[in-house]
């Protein structure tokens, strides 16, 4: 009886660590300084800014990323690229329309992995359009989560975002350090 007692136990112990190296670990985004960051030519200038309002769920498994998900999302209105004239206009219709489209979001729908850094396919929406994005990216653990960082390219134009002009660049490259916590 007692034989019998002790294999149950190794078999729901082995059980158990089998289930929970594969379980999902949840985590949340934090909304830091520099967490969303993006740079576009401006009259042959680099241009800086940043967005806030950091917020949505990322589930998370090292061991087995095709079953990770990220679900994140900023607040279109938080622009700031350091002059507030610009980021007023930046606000209007013509480019953000934040009062209409308030939140940027980006689901994804794949994660593949990579010996260091792996690759994330998924949906970016900013001012009520959705392009399937695909970028790499880097989860290193900390503390009390993981660091995400990546970074990616688009076309502001694709999004409906200003028009063509001689003296703003089309592409705009975005660079998160995306630190999530349990």
């Known amino acids: 009886m007692m034989k019998n007692k002790c294999i149950l136990s190794a078999i729901v112990l082995c059980c158990f660590v089998a289930f929970s190296s594969f379980a999902l670990l949840a985590l949340r985004p934090v909304d830091s300084d520099n967490a969303v960051t993006f740079v576009i030519k401006n009259f042959g200038i680099n241009t800086k800014g940043e967005l806030k309002g950091l917020k949505g769920n990322i589930q998370w498994n090292e061991e087995n990323m095709a079953a990770s998900t990220i679900n994140v999302s900023v607040e279109a209105s938080t622009i700031n690229t350091g002059i507030d004239a610009r980021d007023k206009d930046l606000k209007k219709e013509e480019y953000f329309n934040t009062d209409k489209y308030p939140v940027i979001s ?4 794949t994660i593949t992995p990579g010996s260091n850094t792996h690759k994330v396919t998924g949906n970016l929406t900013m001012k009520g359009v959705t392009k399937t994005i695909t970028f790499p990216f880097t989860a290193t653990k900390t503390a009390n989560g993981y660091l995400f960082s990546g970074s990616f390219t688009i076309n502001r134009l694709d999004y409906g975002i200003g028009k063509n002009s001689m003296v703003l660049n089309d592409d ?6 995306v630190q999530a916590v349990q």
Do not use: G, N, R
Not at 106 to 109: A, G, P, Q
Not at 172 to 177: A, E, I
């Open 106 to 109: 980006f689901v994804s729908t």
């Open 172 to 177: 705009v490259d975005v660079t998160l350090k």
